[in-house]
């Protein structure tokens, strides 16, 4: 089955939109004159600098505006701000619906129709400057074909860090049964749900099988399940998903919303908890004491309120309940765990929100207390580090991969102006001008 996706994800290229393959006479160098260039998110940002690209990346950062030797290409952006590519650590690239319209597409859509649905999201992704993204969960493998598709090069897209289906217990966020009736239930295949030690770890070694690079689990209800924000799960189970995820070197992403299932989460040694839309003192505590990352996913609200416009009755009443009150509080976690020091990652939860708009996000992120500079941070620096990824990606180091975007305008003095990318290049590669 996955052979058949990325063959078939290997032939949606030139719908997506694929860029020219080098030639046998593109230049052994590429100079980039930057008008300012942030190449280490986090420092204060360089005037008139110069890039020097080698082989897909970086092979010297250089004051001023260096003439390139001869054969060298030149790419001028001298009147740009230059940064890297941004991450988004939370993503869902085979998903475009939400509340009614999101149980017909999931039932009626084939392997297929998905597998192209995530190809076309991941090159909206690309081309709003988002170079990696991290992908939470699908249900079909159309991800998992999509990222190997793009490594080999015969797909355009972000890099991707994908988690296979994500996991949870019976009855519980993930559990592709819950609302409907016994008969259609029946017919559902749920290697995701665990229930007890065991079998969450045979659970967590299934996505291992399937080659996840990160697990994700949930250890509370959630929105678009009508689940709520309740604690479903134990904490042996979940130490079970989190201890068998670390001995196979995989990082995990726990989905939870209320505080009781972040605080299980983040004793039992999770790596990022995703939304955390309610905490306490306990919890900001707990994040710093490990370390872990807070992923807030304002974006979601965008979606929500977006859909709700369109159609009034778009949710059914459990879920809009939930819908609701996801709307009221998010942002308050925002700003109470960023002044106290949790580590911060920029993600999304794209998917629920619009592909392509990603970068929403930092309004939001600044909005609920965060500046500027910090919301790129979390986008680049932070994220990389979430991901595993810090030693390719994140800053614009000798040695680190060519992947760079350019605005037209200062996003430390105004980030909503990463809203308009309109230069991106990843591994080396001018993807878009």
């Given at each position: ?7 078939l994800?290997a ?21 980039v ?48 701000f ?5 991450i988004?650590?939370h ?52 991800t ?6 793009i ?48 079998s ?25 399940s ?39 989460a ?19 505590r ?31 009443a ?8 996801r ?41 609920h ?30 040695g ?25 290049m990843?591994?080396?590669k001018?993807?878009?001008?």
């Open positions: 089955m996955r052979l058949a996706f990325a063959l994800l032939l949606v290229a030139p719908i997506a939109g694929q860029a020219p393959a080098a030639s046998a006479t593109e230049p052994a160098l590429t100079y004159h930057a008008g300012t260039l942030l190449d280490r998110p986090g420092r204060p940002p360089r005037r008139q600098a110069t890039l020097v690209l080698r082989g897909g990346k970086v092979e010297a950062v250089r004051d001023g505006f260096v003439a390139p030797p001869p054969g060298a290409a030149l790419i001028d952006l001298s009147d740009r230059v940064l890297p590519g941004l988004d650590a993503v869902h690239l085979d998903s475009d619906a939400g509340g009614y319209a999101g149980l017909v597409e999931g039932v009626q859509d084939s392997p297929a129709a998905v597998a192209f649905r995530a190809a076309e999201n991941g090159r909206k992704t690309l081309m709003a400057g988002f170079t990696t993204v991290r992908n939470l969960g699908d249900g079909t493998g159309a998992l074909a999509l990222r190997d598709a490594a080999g090069g015969t797909q355009v897209g972000p890099r991707i860090l994908d988690a296979g289906v994500s996991i949870s217990t019976t009855g519980g966020h993930m559990d592709g049964r819950t609302g409907f009736n016994d008969a259609f239930s029946a017919a559902v295949g749920q290697e995701n749900v665990c229930d007890g030690v065991e969450c770890r045979r659970a967590v070694r299934t996505q291992i099988r399937r080659r996840a690079d990160v697990i994700k689990i949930a250890t509370t209800g959630g929105v678009n009508g689940t709520g924000r309740a604690r479903m799960a134990f904490d042996d189970e979940v130490k079970a998903l989190v201890d068998t995820a670390h001995m196979y070197g995989r990082k995990v992403a726990v989905h939870a919303h209320g505080a009781s299932g972040v605080n299980a983040l004793a039992a040694g999770a790596d990022s908890i995703e939304h955390g839309t309610e905490m306490d003192d306990e919890t900001v707990l994040f710093k004491r490990a370390g872990a990352f807070y992923v807030p996913t304002l974006s979601t609200v965008n979606g929500y309120i977006e859909r709700l416009a369109a159609n009034p009755n778009a949710y059914e459990r879920v809009l309940e939930q819908v609701r009150w709307i009221g509080i998010t942002g308050q976690s925002l700003r109470r765990a960023y002044p106290a020091g949790v580590r911060i990652a920029f993600g999304t939860d794209a998917g629920v929100s619009k592909h392509g708009r990603n970068a929403d996000e930092f309004e939001l992120m600044v909005k207390g965060m500046t500027p500079a910090a919301a790129i941070q979390a986008a680049t620096v932070n994220a990389a580090e979430l991901l595993g990824v810090a030693a390719e990606v994140g800053t614009l180091e000798p680190k991969a060519a992947d760079l975007i350019a605005v037209a305008a200062d996003p430390l003095a105004d980030v909503t102006v990463l809203k308009r990318v309109g230069f991106v990843k591994e080396g001018v993807v878009k001008e």
